[in-house]
């Protein structure tokens, strides 16, 4: 998980990828959709190898359904980013789950064990 | 926080401190509503607001995502530090979606804010939950205690809390007997080792805590212990020998973090636990700044976690292909 996460986290620290993330935020794209604000500055190999770093990192995948195999965002794993970026609020929400799980769990033990106290 | 009285009503009470003023202005100044209104991460713009009898309240929420939520609040009853009376989410076509009313009352300098928000039916009371529970909506009850703090001392704090089904007795207990406390801190998938433990005034704790992010250590100090009201300690990140450390993945974050944990007695035995969390000690402005980021979640979009990522990369040598 740790560097599942340490992938994503150096495919988005650049600013390119990190553009096509925006673009693709707003909804599939082509490749060549995808490229062409940047063939001013580089060639399409080097854009098509920024597409090739988000999706080994996981944050893009390629649909098979349409032919020209549009690219899109993957959720889940820029969930990953977003859990880690406002962890603290989840640390406590998730906390507090456990915790009222915890709770039921520790009343049943108890129960049982105070039953020779009279309360069945 | 929150209980049923009725079948399709829900109940929020808090207890807030500060004086009434304080409280009513946050509720009705169009300037300091905006800095708290609406669950974490959400901001609003105000397009119109009529605080009166028949009077209205247009507004639009931001949500996290980037999507816009549309918002209408008609007043019903206005009395000036006293009571509010609104109805929610109707425009020219549909129904208001609930009622409000909101009571507020001061005693010895505490405000106490009790809300009631009914429904049309137990069927839309379930739906209107669910709706709340998913956009986080009682973080709006805590980000306005975080708003009212910063107003009269000028701290940035961060509270949560929530109402557990059980007596404050029986909920203390799960925070100061080691046995039970690892069973539960940490967020899903976790695991918390005590590897030392000593909880009692003065003394303190030594922990790991494994999950999907690897092993962390960290160590904790109480300062306060009163049974079953209040809990206060210090808390650190830490290395295997103890050693005050930073966190990988957040080197800015402040390195001493105090923790308040208050216990309040509800009705139906029930006990509302209220965790408020602030930087401990000599912190940088920038260490600040971090924890105030982190506070409002994904407030900053993704630009803001791409700073803090950008920060991280620089920070931990993590090649960049």
Redesign the interface.
């Given at each position: 998980m740790q560097s599942h996460l340490d992938q994503t986290f150096s495919a988005l620290a650049d600013p390119t990828r990190r553009a096509m993330i925006a673009h693709l935020s707003r909804g599939e794209a082509s490749v060549s959709e995808l490229a062409r604000p940047f063939l001013k500055s580089m060639s399409l190999p080097a854009v098509t190898k920024h597409i090739k770093v988000l999706e080994k990192a996981g944050l893009v995948t390629k649909t098979r359904e349409a032919q020209w195999r549009p690219c899109r965002l993957n959720a889940a794993a820029l969930r990953d980013v977003a859990d880690w970026t406002h962890q603290y609020q989840k640390f406590w929400e998730e906390s507090f789950d456990r915790l009222e799980q915890y709770l039921k769990t520790a009343k049943v033990k108890e129960n049982k064990k105070g039953k020779k106290h009279g309360k069945s | 926080m929150e209980k049923a009285n009725k079948s399709n009503a829900i109940s929020i009470t808090r207890a807030y401190e500060a004086p009434l003023k304080a409280v009513w202005d946050a509720w009705t100044d169009p300037k300091q509503i905006a800095q708290w209104w609406g669950p974490?991460?959400f901001t609003i713009t105000t397009h119109s607001r009529d605080l009166r009898v028949g009077g209205t309240w247009r507004y639009t929420m931001h949500g996290p995502d980037g999507v816009d939520y549309p918002n209408v609040t008609q007043y019903l009853e206005v009395e000036k530090y006293q009571k509010l009376v609104y109805d929610h989410g109707g425009d020219d076509t549909r129904a208001p979606m609930f009622r409000v009313t909101v009571l507020f009352s001061e005693t010895g300098g505490k405000t106490k804010m009790e809300m009631t928000m009914s429904l049309a039916t137990p069927e839309d009371l379930a739906e209107a939950r669910a709706i709340i529970k998913q956009a986080?909506g009682n973080?709006t009850w805590d980000r306005l205690a975080e708003f009212l703090e910063k107003e009269s001392t000028t701290k940035e704090i961060?509270v949560?809390n929530?109402t557990?089904?059980?007596p404050r007795d029986?909920m203390f207990e799960?925070w100061i007997n080691p046995e039970?406390l690892s069973?539960?801190?940490?967020?899903?998938g976790s695991t918390m080792k005590l590897i030392r433990s000593d909880i009692r005034k003065g003394g303190g704790i030594f922990y790991s805590m494994s999950g999907?992010?690897?092993t962390m250590y960290g160590k904790a100090h109480y300062l306060e212990i009163d049974p079953p009201h209040k809990l206060v300690y210090t808390q650190h990140f830490c290395d295997e020998q103890e050693n005050v450390s930073r966190h990988p993945?957040a080197p800015t974050w402040p390195e001493t973090m105090l923790t308040r944990v208050v216990f309040e007695e509800e009705s139906g035995d029930r006990t509302r636990?209220t965790?408020i969390?602030e930087v401990y000690g000599s912190a940088t402005p920038e260490e600040v700044a971090t924890f105030i980021n982190?506070?409002s979640?994904?407030t900053q979009g993704?630009g803001?976690?791409?700073d803090?990522?950008?920060e991280?990369?620089a920070s931990?040598g993590?090649?960049?292909?």
């Open positions: - | 974490r991460g986080g973080s961060f949560i929530r557990f089904e059980a029986r799960m039970h069973q539960w801190m940490g967020p899903a999907d992010n690897g993945m636990v965790v969390w982190g506070r979640g994904m993704w803001g976690s791409f803090r990522l950008d991280y990369v931990s993590v090649k960049v292909a």
